[in-house]
């Protein structure tokens, strides 16, 4: 039982030094990081060269935002978007799509489809970003979701 708390430990102890070196990169009059700050960060810091050929993308929302909070889910449902807004989380990074298939493009889906607008809808009003951490977190050796497992 205590290496699963020792692995969470350096886990926070490694987000939060992250995001010390993101804060310490924002511009003077704002202390805190965009989206688009925080995601350089992981990138540079992964552990893994950089692919441009991914689906780790912004999925919704303007990356220029200011970080508020940062909700961290295996899926962006609903469910989490709306807990993560009440909490003040404003970047969502998700491991597996938003809107429905691998590559975050709902071509089958009409436009008017209710759920995806709903889903949308929300993200938009609360200004929401969302950004997906996939491959590369594979990519790790160990892989990221494996080593997770392990020490759930």
Request: a neutral charge; charged letters at 25%.
């Amino acid at each position: 039982m205590r290496r699963p708390q020792n692995y969470k430990m350096r886990f926070g102890l490694v987000m939060v030094a992250t995001l010390t070196v993101v804060c310490q990169g924002a511009k003077a009059d704002d202390k805190r990081p965009t989206a688009r700050e925080v995601v350089a960060a992981i990138q540079k810091n992964v552990g893994v060269p950089w692919n441009s050929e991914t689906v780790d993308t912004f999925k919704a929302g303007n990356p220029d935002t200011t970080v508020t909070g940062i909700a961290v889910t295996m899926m962006a449902t609903l469910d989490v978007l709306q807990r993560a807004a009440e909490k003040g989380q404003n970047l969502i990074i998700t491991h597996e799509p938003t809107f429905y298939n691998h590559l975050d493009i709902p071509e089958d889906m009409e436009q008017n489809d209710p759920v995806w607008t709903a889903k949308r809808t929300f993200i938009e009003k609360h200004g929401l970003v969302v950004w997906r951490f996939h491959d590369h977190w594979h990519r790790r050796n160990p892989d990221g979701i494996l080593v997770g497992v392990m020490h759930a």
